[in-house]
């Protein structure tokens, strides 16, 4: 099971998108940096039922705290969870651009 | 675990230069090894000796040496991607005539082998770009 | 676990570095005899076709690089065959002489598969 990390806004790039048409059943999402904005949309829909992960410093920085508890798919988790979810899942694919 | 990472971005360009030293140092608190840090693309300039950030801002190549130091870390910056943006050893700067180093102490410049040799022994590989 | 690489070409030549750097990181693992497979999806579709002639902007062509691929033991690529719809880029269009182009139709599948992923 792969974990794909995120780090741009789907606002203005097209790395979100890449990662979830490149999503496996089983896959594991994490949003770092402006990737956590993907919280302001729809985007997860096309991947029903899967784990979604933001981290909790970049989301604490970009205002989007109550947009993440506001959505029941989503865990908020710290920089120790990263490394966890790191060691629980290979590949780890990065999806900056 | 044994961890290498990848870092394509440029300290003060890209939060995701920050982000890898961040994680390389919850991944050592956390027991793990690091068996190397490669730096490649515009990430090669975590290792320009000559960056002068304001004092109230993070000084990241302090810290990734400070790192470097505390665990013996390897840190590797590619040496052909390095020569195009100007990041120079001592030895490099005089074999190619140029007025001027600046490669950072704890840092090391080598080639690309270094990267699929950090492949073929990492039990996981995480990049860090944009 | 397998210790197979796969590396994905997502940026398109000649806007950044990045195209060029990663593929120049896939021929050194090649020479290295390390078993490493290439898709091709997004914009890094844009690498494979034919007639680049970047010579007016100051580079070397990206393909040129692709066409040594078989001299470094690479003889084949995969495609993502959304990423060549979406850009209305056909098979024809993005051939090597002496690689075979394999398109994927889940990619996310195929790329969970391997031990380690690159991207550029």
Redesign the interface.
Same mark, same amino acid.
Do not use: F, N, W
């Given at each position: 099971m792969t974990l794909h990390i995120v780090n741009q806004s789907p606002f203005s790039s097209n790395a979100l998108q890449d990662c979830l048409e490149n999503f496996a059943q089983g896959d594991v999402l994490l949003l770092i940096e402006d990737g956590v904005y993907a919280l302001q949309g729809e985007f997860f829909r096309a991947i029903p039922g899967a784990r979604i992960y933001c981290l909790e410093v970049d989301t604490a920085a970009r205002a989007q705290e109550a947009t993440a508890s506001a959505k029941p798919n989503v865990e908020v988790i710290n920089d120790i969870r990263w490394v966890q979810l790191c060691t629980q899942h290979n590949p780890i694919v990065s999806w900056f651009r | 675990m044994k961890f290498s990472l990848a870092v394509y971005s440029a300290p003060y360009s890209a939060q995701s230069a920050s982000s890898a030293l961040r994680f390389a140092r919850v991944l050592l608190a956390q027991g793990h090894e690091i068996y190397r840090v490669f730096f490649y693309c515009d990430g090669v300039q975590n290792g320009n000796s000559l960056t002068a950030p304001p004092q109230d801002e993070t000084d990241l190549i302090a810290q990734w040496q400070e790192l470097q130091r505390r665990y013996h870390l390897d840190l590797v910056i590619c040496i052909a991607a390095a020569q195009r943006r100007g990041v120079l050893s001592e030895r490099e700067a005089k074999r190619l005539e140029k007025p001027a180093a600046n490669l950072a102490d704890g840092f090391e410049l080598a080639g690309l082998g270094q990267l699929v040799d950090a492949v073929a022994h990492s039990e996981r590989l995480v990049t860090f770009g944009g | 676990?397998s210790?197979s +690489?796969i590396a994905?070409c997502? +940026?398109p030549p000649y806007g950044s570095?990045?195209a060029r &750097?990663g593929l &120049? !990181?896939v021929l +050194?693992?090649a020479a290295?005899e390390?078993e490493i497979d290439l898709l091709f /999806?997004?914009?890094g579709i844009f690498q494979l076709l034919d007639h680049q002639s970047p010579e007016e902007i100051g580079q070397k062509s990206l393909r040129r690089n692709l066409l040594a691929l078989p001299m470094f033991g690479i003889e084949q690529v995969l495609v993502?065959h959304?990423s060549l719809r979406d850009r209305t880029i056909t098979l024809d269009q993005v051939q090597i002489p002496g690689v075979e182009v394999k398109t994927i139709r &889940?990619?996310? +599948?195929l790329? !969970?598969a391997?031990?380690?992923? /690159?991207?550029f």
């Open positions: - | - | 676990m210790h +690489t994905l997502r +940026t570095a990045i &750097e &120049e !990181a +050194t693992s290295m390390q /999806l997004g914009d993502c959304k &889940e990619p996310g +599948t790329i !969970a391997y031990h380690c992923v /690159l991207s």
